[in-house]
């Protein structure tokens, strides 16, 4: 079985947000973890069982020691061949206890915000986060028009700050203030469509079957 580049970026994206990553069978991939973040990806390939990586990241540096990687997917492990079989690594699974069930998929509510989030536009915004230091992300609404922009919640008036005007922004007359923290922001690179509701925000990617949801800081943030 072939891994195409897409599903193997898609493993080590999710890698990033959790370090064991449990897939059943099929071609739905799910990663969680406690910091509010959720994501689900649709890939091109079946797996044909339940696999638990642990140390994603490991996994996916082993893979990268072989060339032409073919992957044969056991009941306790994945043989991993490489150079047309003169070459392989055979990777054991982890235990079902290392396992974390995602949550549920959350249902949008009613009261919904849109705007595009253009794959230079994000790349923009995150140099901007890493430049000036900052480790929130503000997303506001005056009810008309949607910005996007760096924060600082303990010197919200006093710290230097980048900002961004939404495209195609759809407020139906709703305003907020959402704080997402950086260290949530976990997407691969692209185009996204976004949501955002009262107590989350949905990023789907406009090119791949690829969607984040990411929780704001209820503490802070406000929708109305």
Known sequence: MILSNETLAILKNFGSITNCLAIEPGNLVEASAQNGVLARAVVKEEFPVKIILYDVDRFLSAVGLLSQPDFFFESHFVQVTGDH????????????????????????????????????????????????????????????????????QKNPDSSHTYS????????????????????????????????????????????????????????ISTFY
Request: contains cysteine.
């Open 164 to 219: 961004l005007a939404a495209d195609a922004a759809n407020t139906n007359g709703f305003q907020c203030t959402h704080i997402l923290n950086v260290s949530t922001f976990k997407m691969l690179k692209g185009s996204y469509d976004v949501t955002v509701c009262p107590r989350f925000s949905v990023f789907r990617n406009t090119c791949s079957d690829l969607t984040y949801w990411i929780a704001c800081d209820p503490t």
């Open 85 to 152: 079989g003169k070459e392989a690594v055979r990777y054991l699974y982890g235990a079902e206890s290392l396992r974390q069930k995602p949550p549920r998929v959350p249902a949008l509510p009613k009261e919904t915000i849109h705007f595009e989030l253009p794959e230079q536009k994000l790349a923009s915004l995150l140099k901007a986060v890493d430049t000036l230091g900052r480790k929130e992300i503000r997303i506001l609404s005056d009810g008309q028009a949607v910005q996007v922009t760096t924060y600082d």
